[in-house]
């Protein structure tokens, strides 16, 4: 028998049906208010021409920032609370399986209450930094375009929210042992997102490789929504976007943590020895 792979993707594969019921609801939530479908209205707008530099920056207010939201940003504030309390979760139940071997669901509730509120903390900090980031880009934009418009600007903006993006996915990357160490030795979060750094920094290929795939499944988020306007479509492709990042990233961090502590895994198929 071949020897199994530690990769946290062949985990998420081997216990897929495991993380599915934990995920599937906040993804569904999350797609379907999803902003980054009123960021490709904004986008088609521009491209039909009804985007001008009278009302460049209204466009970019409404489509790259807290504005994106629209009406429904009361089931984005429900999806979040649903995809913290799955991603708290998530992490006991993947720590537990891999420190123990244990794949239950015992005490799951119990301690995916505890972690709930240091979850909530990790996930608003990055919320906070991402929306910051799109906010002084279209204030950037309100100063710039009454004086210069043209369709370089244009690209230009675009890749300052892309390199927002990144930004927020390379902090997603350096601190994504936090959440594990909080359940495995119950640190605080400022104490943890401190050891986190410290131990990603001997794992900066795995943080290119989650900044490039971020990045990359933006873009093809966007394009996506760009192209396809029956909103059904569009919310399950938002969903399925939502799900890839719920059920993975949670893999991802306890599979790291094991890996740059050096822990054994129990989780892990034993191989015959006949």
Not at 114 to 135: D, I, K, M, Q, Y
Not at 155 to 168: E, H, I, N, T, Y
Not at 244 to 269: G, I, K, Q
């Amino acid at each position: 028998m071949s020897k199994p792979s530690k990769k946290a993707l062949a985990y998420y594969f081997r216990n897929f049906f495991h993380i599915l019921p934990f995920v599937i609801i906040p993804a569904a939530i999350l797609g379907f208010a999803s902003p980054a479908i009123n960021s490709a209205d904004t986008i088609n707008s521009y491209l039909a021409g009804n985007v001008t530099q009278t009302n460049f920056v209204d466009s970019l207010f409404g489509g790259f920032s807290l504005l994106r939201y629209g009406n429904y940003w009361w089931i984005t504030v429900i999806g979040i609370l649903f995809a913290v309390l799955s991603i708290s979760s998530l992490i006991y139940k993947i720590n537990r399986h891999m420190q123990l071997g244990l794949n239950n669901n015992s005490h799951i509730v119990r301690n995916a209450i505890r972690g709930f509120l240091p979850t909530l903390l990790f996930v608003a900090l990055l919320w906070f930094v991402s929306e910051l980031l799109n906010f002084l880009v279209v204030g950037l934009m309100y100063f710039i375009v009454p004086n210069v418009y043209n369709t370089a600007l244009v690209v230009v903006c675009m890749l300052l929210f892309l390199l927002a993006d990144a930004f927020v996915a390379y902090l997603v990357s350096v601190f994504v042992c936090t959440l594990p160490a909080v359940h495995s030795e119950r640190f605080s979060v400022n104490v943890a997102m401190s050891y986190s750094i410290r131990l990603m920094h001997q794992e900066w290929r795995s943080v290119v490789r989650i900044v490039a795939t971020y990045v990359i499944s933006r873009i093809v988020i966007l394009t996506l929504c760009c192209v396809v306007t029956q909103w059904y479509w569009r919310w399950v492709i938002c969903a399925v976007y939502y799900y890839m990042w719920l059920s993975f990233l949670p893999c991802f961090a306890c599979r790291t943590y094991f890996r740059v502590n050096h822990d054994e895994r129990c989780d892990l198929p034993q191989r015959s020895v006949y």
